[in-house]
């Protein structure tokens, strides 16, 4: 069997990334969405998301590399490749963009084959994806709301109360400008736990980097420190990102000043080697690959053994797309232990829509593994044709 197309599938949308005043609900990436579709001769066909900044992407997949080795793109690099060569295509697509990628639109683009890859695999085998990433070991996982923090105590109220009557055992709420002003941290967290009640969890993703008079920078020391003093109060489950990327030694840190702290992290790292310093340097208790950055199943299949030997939690991070929720449900489904999956309730028109039958919430606040051969998840055409540009 051989790939015979590698396709970025640009999608443009109109809606804006954020919480909006007056709106029922957030909204992811709503702007741009890219799939990434790869193709066989045997008519095996597997697609996957990717959160990137997909113009460049859809390059990095389909436009023009060069004649050295390390500035290759990805789809002259895999035509006439054997698809279920999974692990040494990953390993020859890490080298083969070396020296512009490694990390960041590169890496995300080898993530997203990488994915389609691990499907096509089950749908060779005919099988569905958990059972050839190891063997499915649940049939559903306890799901949070993720969301983003709104702009009053209020707001975040009335959102609260919203995913606890549609059934979810967990919360997160993240960015939104927490971590600036303390004041105002400490009044929302003050409504979202009098909503939530003793019954459902909260976690907190202030994210790393903040928007100061419209100039992006990462926290300060002292504005790090002085919201987790704040945090400190309500103790949630865990406290996500918080820390510079290139700095994990800061979680650890972190958690000496303060005893509490369960760390998260992981959406913002790539490769074995980066969740490998997360947990030798930044002593992180959850690890949270994202499949669509991580550098997708390959790595994350890696992952388990290095957390078990730590003690250390798995939680993906999926605030995409219906394709990111499978794939993460799978991978989670094969794990000795798992506790939660990140539902992505802010997802835009483009997010929601690729897919034709969208993941639901069961009322015990599960979200079941998708059944079937591959994924288990079916694109929507006409969604994808009405919303495609050209990349």
């Not at 992811?28 to 990137?52: K, N």
Request: negative net charge; proline residues 5%; charged residues 25%.
């Amino acid at each position: 069997m051989k790939i015979t197309e590698v396709a970025p599938v640009l999608l443009r949308g109109d809606e804006c990334y954020g919480a909006h005043a007056g709106d029922h609900e957030a909204t992811d990436q709503g702007d741009w969405l890219l799939l990434i579709r790869v193709r066989t001769d045997e008519g095996l066909e597997a697609w996957s998301d990717v959160e990137t900044l997909g113009p460049v992407a859809a390059r990095v997949i389909s436009g023009q590399g060069m004649g050295a080795l390390g500035f290759r793109t990805i789809g002259e690099q895999l035509i006439g490749r054997d698809p279920l060569e999974v692990e040494q295509i990953w390993d020859e697509l890490y080298v083969a963009t070396a020296y512009y990628g490694r990390r960041g639109v590169a890496m995300h683009c080898i993530s997203a084959v990488d994915n389609c890859l691990w499907a096509i695999r089950a749908q060779a085998a005919g099988k569905g994806l958990a059972d050839v990433l190891g063997g499915r070991r649940r049939d559903r996982l306890p799901a949070y709301a993720s969301t983003l923090f709104r702009a009053d105590p209020e707001a975040n109220a009335a959102a609260v109360r919203r995913y606890a009557d549609l059934g979810f055992r967990g919360v997160k709420f993240g960015w939104g400008g927490f971590g600036v002003d303390t004041g105002r941290d400490r009044e929302n967290l003050a409504a979202i736990l009098e909503s939530l009640g003793p019954d459902r969890t909260l976690m907190v993703d202030p994210g790393w980097y903040i928007e100061d008079d419209g100039r992006p920078r990462a926290r300060t020391l002292a504005q790090t420190w002085a919201m987790l003093t704040t945090l400190q109060e309500v103790q949630p489950y865990w406290v996500e990102d918080f820390a510079h990327p290139e700095q994990p030694d800061l979680y650890a840190a972190a958690k000496r000043d303060f005893p509490w702290l369960r760390v998260a992290a992981g959406e913002q790292h790539a490769t074995i080697w980066d969740f490998r310093r997360l947990v030798s340097e930044g002593s992180v208790d959850v690890l949270q690959p994202d499949l669509s950055r991580c550098g997708g199943l390959t790595v994350a299949a890696a992952l388990p053994s290095d957390a078990a030997t730590a003690g250390r939690e798995i939680v993906t991070h999926s605030w995409l797309t219906d394709l990111l929720h499978a794939y993460s449900l799978h991978y989670l489904a094969t794990l000795p232990e798992a506790r939660w999956v990140e539902f992505n309730v802010a997802q835009s028109t483009l997010s929601a829509g690729v897919v034709t039958d969208r993941l639901a919430l069961h009322p015990d606040g599960t979200v079941g593994v998708p059944d079937g051969i591959g994924l288990g998840v079916t694109i929507d055409p006409d969604f994808i044709a009405t919303h495609q540009v050209a990349g």
